[in-house]
């Protein structure tokens, strides 16, 4: 299943950025599928690029084609995105902050985030295959 979110700066780096007159890049809309053969959330490099500020480490990533280096990122998760129209305002949204993602190579792909495990660990997921609609809690 797919759903689009926002991802931000932590809410830290964002208080810090106000206080200097910083703007805040935010990325909205953002197609993500719900992974659950992924043990950690991956978003798309160019999507972390354009929110304009630095990994806070390396890893190495593992797949089907082999182990290479990655960059980690914190970022803000907003679930669903708010500038969804499926979904109206007064829908409570899913705030995640602080998460640790990884940078990794979505650009063939319809949907540029992979929420893993470390995300869906932390939701209640209801999938209804025959409505097709999924149901996130948290």
Do not use: C
């Amino acid at each position: 299943p797919q759903i689009n979110v926002d991802v931000l700066p932590p809410t830290v780096v964002e208080k810090w950025a106000k206080s200097r007159n910083v703007k805040i890049i935010k990325v909205s809309k953002i197609p993500a599928l719900l992974d659950s053969g992924a043990s950690v959330t991956g978003i798309d490099s160019e999507i972390l690029q354009r929110l304009q500020y630095p990994p806070i480490g390396i890893t190495n990533l593992s797949s089907p084609s082999g182990t290479m280096k990655t960059s980690i990122y914190m970022v803000r998760l907003i679930i669903p995105s708010q500038a969804d129209p499926g979904f109206p305002r007064n829908i409570p949204r899913i705030v995640m902050d602080n998460v640790r993602v990884i940078a990794v190579n979505l650009s063939n792909q319809p949907y540029k985030i992979l929420l893993g495990r470390d995300i869906l660990s932390k939701v209640v997921l209801i999938y209804n295959g025959p409505q097709a609609l999924i149901t996130l809690s948290y």
